[in-house]
């Protein structure tokens, strides 16, 4: 029980720390440094892998010691329930994330990267986002994290069920979560970068994706407090 508690905890939290990482978007577009605070995303979300080195073989050896199906089907439950809890801590406190945000844009560019990040940009050419852009974001935000967090850890509880063929099952995983990829590296990333760029309000749109990434979190977790039922 104490591997699972510990791979369901550095899960469920690389994957909010991933979440996270929007908003140095957002911080970079506030700063006119949209390039960077992409590039710094992709940095952060790049660290909290660290989570998944440590989680993913914790789960492993889970299956191949044949951890009974009900036990493993806890960690979706356990890896939901974080994210929703530091999420929701996130929309609580938008103002006090949002200047942390930017300290934690600048520290990473300057400090980490070694860059000589200026911090007197002024932005020009803003709106205010269409409601229907921002609908049409929640919706492919939540779609595409819904199917890939679905995919993932519907193989592992599968993996745990049918134990002979864990490895087969547990390789078939991009199978699952493809889709939910290509949903978000083609349609939902783009946009979400889009909106950013132009809104008057860039931190508004990482909240939006927070509130879409918490819904499919939650059904996440009621999903499978049902299969433990």
């Known amino acids: 029980m104490t591997l699972l508690i510990i791979s369901g905890s ?8 991933e979440t ?13 440094l949209s390039s960077l605070g992409y ?3 992709v940095q952060l979300a790049t660290f909290s892998r660290l989570g998944t080195f440590i989680g993913m ?6 299956l191949d010691s044949g951890t009974s ?5 806890i960690l979706p439950l356990m890896v939901s329930g974080i994210f929703i809890s530091f999420a929701i801590l996130v929309l609580y406190i938008p103002s006090k994330i949002e200047k942390f945000s930017i300290a934690l844009f600048f520290f990473m560019g300057r400090k980490i990267s070694r860059l000589d990040v200026p911090s007197n940009r002024e932005r020009t050419s803003l709106v205010d986002v269409n409601p229907s852009e921002e609908k049409n974001l929640f919706w492919l935000s939540l779609l595409s ?4 967090v679905i995919g993932f850890y519907l193989m592992i509880v599968l993996a745990s069920i049918f134990n002979d063929w864990r490895v087969t099952i547990m390789q078939s995983t991009p199978l699952l979560t493809a889709a939910g ?4 590296v083609i349609y939902f990333d783009p946009r979400a970068s889009t909106l950013i760029d132009k809104s008057k309000d860039p931190f508004s749109t990482t909240i939006l994706i927070v509130r879409a990434r918490i819904t499919s979190m939650c059904i996440v977790f009621f999903l499978s407090a049902l299969f433990l039922i």
Do not use: D, K, N, Q
């Open 69 to 73: 199906p009900e036990v493993v089907s």
């Open 57 to 62: 073989p914790l789960v492993g050896f889970l």
């Open 145 to 148: 994290h819904l199917i890939i």
């Open 20 to 32: 996270f990482g929007f908003f140095l978007r957002s911080a970079g577009a506030s700063l006119s």
């Open 39 to 41: 590039s710094l995303h």
């Open 181 to 184: 990829t290509l949903l978000s």
């Open 10 to 17: 550095v899960l469920g939290l690389s994957l909010f720390i």
